[in-house]
């Protein structure tokens, strides 16, 4: 959902479960280490040789278990797939006490946790975007300005967190020199991944490391005064080198993943269970106004715009408005079609909830890579309906098309159906985001340790 929980603030504090995740990811945790030391201690590990490709350093406290003490006042678990990751490859088969044997390596740093805590240090208590501590002379306590100027000092400050992390691990270890970096790679959980996260970094602190991220977006902004969906594509360059200028999402190179939920797999709904009473179903809305809203900086109006469309031409059977995360999934469950806006970035979790629900999600993406898809074939465009945002006014009726073809209809839900279950994130969930994370790793071990070289000299 992203931006989304801007909105739902209220709603998420009083419900939060992020402190419950923790606990059963604690859980989960200690049964598998033990599993884990028992396997190894038994010197079975050689069995699989071939399969583990992984080494996960182990990076000292204060980048991991340090950083999960501290306690931010609104974090959403989407943001924590860095500590999910780095939980599940601890234990996963693929991964490799033997760095000799290793093809990729992965720096665990708790970086989703760390940003939020970092700007959340000076809010005021029930109400983290209430900034009203150490704000600048010139900016008004509680204002954006003063906003703003937090935010930007945890983009500062995570940044220098990845720099620290990285020269440790040059430091210590000798492996990230043979490959200048290629075969290493971070997760970068927060919405413009490494561009908000890395931000002051240079091309040569990086080197060719890649990221796992969520963030696939080929229009390259994290620049506020340049959204990326409505207007056109032109301050921002790839002039490569400059901390500014580097593209936030290498397509080549970079994993791609849904935000972080907890979906159990007895949750998800086929499409053709219950009855889909609701045509179209639009549960999300867009404020304006507060100057702290990113939905609103980031340039996003599309909700605005989508919101009065729907309110002077509402289609036959179609809900709109804003209800908790809860009830959104309920009534996903009810409907034929589900409108997913983009948040601060074009894609939100909402996609990957629709898709859970049965639900047939429309989108509005331009230029923007999705989980999957690109090195595992995942056909997005068989069960969703993309809209060029500049054609949003077409929603009415590119959906009535479909409506009135019940042949279309169901192989769009077939299609639905048969790929849910790419997008559970349950630990063991057949085929599901951590298995498919590793058979995408498992391309990019190839690629980076036998690279094909052209045959054009
Ligand atoms: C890091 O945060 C401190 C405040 O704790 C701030 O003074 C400093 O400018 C920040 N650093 C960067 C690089 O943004
Ligand atoms: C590209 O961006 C850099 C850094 O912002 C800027 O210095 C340069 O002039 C830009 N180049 C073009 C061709 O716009």
């Not at 269970?273 to 990113?294: H, I, P, Q, W």
């Not at 790929?419 to 298995?435: D, K, M, N, T, Y």
């Amino acid at each position: 959902m992203k931006r989304d929980w801007l909105v739902l603030l209220p709603l998420l504090l009083a419900g939060s479960h992020a402190s419950e995740i923790e606990n059963v990811g604690k859980q989960r945790l200690s049964k598998k280490f033990h599993e884990h030391a028992h396997v190894s201690g038994g010197g079975i590990k050689r069995q699989r040789p071939t399969k583990e490709y992984m080494y996960v350093y182990d990076m000292p406290a204060k980048y991991t278990a340090d950083i999960r003490k501290l306690s931010p006042e609104w974090h959403p678990d989407q943001y924590d797939f860095d500590q999910v990751l780095h939980e599940h490859f601890q234990n996963s088969r693929v991964r490799t006490e033997d760095p000799e044997q290793a093809q990729l390596f992965m720096i665990p740093v708790y970086l989703g946790r760390y940003y939020n805590w970092f700007w959340q240090q000076w809010s005021t208590p029930g109400n983290p975007w209430d900034i009203v501590e150490d704000c600048e002379p010139r900016h008004r306590a509680g204002s954006p300005e003063c906003w703003w100027e937090k935010w930007m000092w945890a983009k500062g400050n995570t940044s220098e967190l990845v720099r620290e992390a990285l020269q440790h691990v040059k430091a210590s270890h000798p492996h990230w020199e043979k490959h200048n970096g290629a075969n290493h790679f971070m997760v970068f959980s927060y919405d413009h991944a490494r561009c908000d996260m890395a931000l002051t970094l240079r091309l040569s602190e990086m080197g060719q490391m890649f990221s796992i991220q969520s963030y696939g977006d080929l229009t390259l902004t994290n620049e506020p005064k340049v959204p990326p969906i409505i207007q056109r594509w032109q301050e921002n360059n790839y002039t490569w080198g400059q901390p500014r200028s580097w593209a936030c999402f290498r397509p080549d190179a970079d994993v791609l993943v849904p935000m972080y939920y907890e979906f159990d797999p007895k949750d998800v709904v086929s499409p053709f269970v219950g009855e889909r009473s609701v045509s179209m179903l639009m549960r999300f809305a867009y404020t304006e106004g507060d100057g702290k809203n990113l939905v609103e900086h980031y340039g996003h109006r599309l909700r605005h715009e989508i919101i009065e469309y729907w309110k002077a031409d509402p289609l036959e059977g179609s809900e709109q408005g804003l209800k908790t995360p809860e009830e959104t999934d309920a009534d996903m469950a009810r409907s034929l079609f589900c409108v997913c806006a983009p948040g601060a970035t074009q894609d939100t979790t909402r996609l990957f909830r629709a898709i859970l629900k049965g639900c047939i999600p429309i989108t509005f993406f331009r230029a923007n890579d999705l989980p999957f898809a690109r090195y595992l074939g995942v056909p997005y465009e068989e069960f969703v309906l993309n809209i060029q945002p500049d054609d949003y006014i077409q929603l009415n009726s590119k959906m009535q098309r479909i409506l009135d073809s019940p042949t279309r209809l169901r192989h769009m839900q077939e299609a639905l159906e048969a790929h849910q279950r790419h997008f559970l994130w349950s630990e063991g969930a057949e085929g599901g985001v951590l298995f498919n994370i590793e058979r995408e790793l498992s391309v990019r071990a190839a690629m980076v340790t036998d690279t094909p070289h052209s045959v054009f000299r």
